[in-house]
């Protein structure tokens, strides 16, 4: 009877736009069809990187050494570098027709409206190529503040080989928690030194700024900075909670696990009731910073506290 409930739910907002995200064929027209199908998508993005990982992670099973933790899959981290290779390659060095080659910018009236089309660079041009215009993202954020009018998609192939990498600094973050099992300082040390490393190769890939460096931090093109960046927060906040957490045990954890438990029930749910009551209502002003950040809060809040009670009813959705 639960199934049938979810079914009654689904069929009632059948037709809707929400629908048509689950099944990632978002359309100017508001229709299904394979003609406008949107192949990328962020849960092909995850699964994607996953399998990448998952096989790089097999590959070298058998390496396994005691030493530095980095020596622990050196092939591994080879197959990684090699990829970047190919990224940073195919963004700095592809000819894109009418572009400039390596631009990383939006187009539309961004630079002075000079690269009109070039939205994403070799990025979007890869995806407009490879998988044709219509099947791709056609509202990124890039159009409504540059007034851009190519499709261009956040999730798009070149970007993949990113992801890769960041599944794989994850990966790297879960081969030293086993490998220094017992050892809370080597743990938390090396966490550190990865997170400085990371750091550092932001400050230089950015320059420090926003949009100055050679590879600005860009989460619609998922730059290389972006990843660093990212992995940088990642291992430091990783430090304070597992010092927290698992070395001190001064707290549980809560209310963090509860999504974190139920990931992809609280991600098709906020795709499916993103425009509905409570987790979004008309806005006094939509350009209120304050009043998104609030709209945002009680969104997160609701799906925190709707994963507590699935997680005291210990009903959680896997894959
Ligand atoms: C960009 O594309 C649009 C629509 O296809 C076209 O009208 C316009 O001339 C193009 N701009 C440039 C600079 O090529």
Known sequence: SRLDAVKNILSRIGGSMETERLINSVSATGYISWNNLRIPGVLQRLAWSYLVVACLDLMVDSW???????????????????LEGIWLSFTFLLPVPDCPTGYLGPGGIGDMGLYENCTGGAAGFIDRWLLGESHIYQAPSSRAIYATRMPYDPEGVLGSINSVFMAFLGLQAGKIILHYRDLPTSIMSRFLLWG????????????????RGFIPVNKNLWSLSYVTTLACFAFVLLVVIYYTVDVKKWWSGAPFYYPGMNSI??????????????????????????????QNLVATSCWVFISYVLYRKKIFWKI
């Not at 400085?196 to 949009?211: E, N, P, R, W, Y």
């Not at 029930?265 to 609030?294: C, D, K």
């Open 64 to 82: 396994w050494s005691p030493g530095l933790d980095i020596l622990l899959y050196w092939p591994a981290w080879l197959c990684v570098l090699l």
């Open 196 to 211: 400085l490393f990371l750091g550092v190769i932001s400050a230089i890939l950015t320059k420090c700024s926003t949009d």
């Open 265 to 294: 029930l609280i991600y098709v749910g906020h795709e499916v009731f993103e425009e509905y009551f409570p987790f979004r209502w008309p806005m006094a002003n939509s350009q209120s910073h304050a009043e998104h950040l609030t």
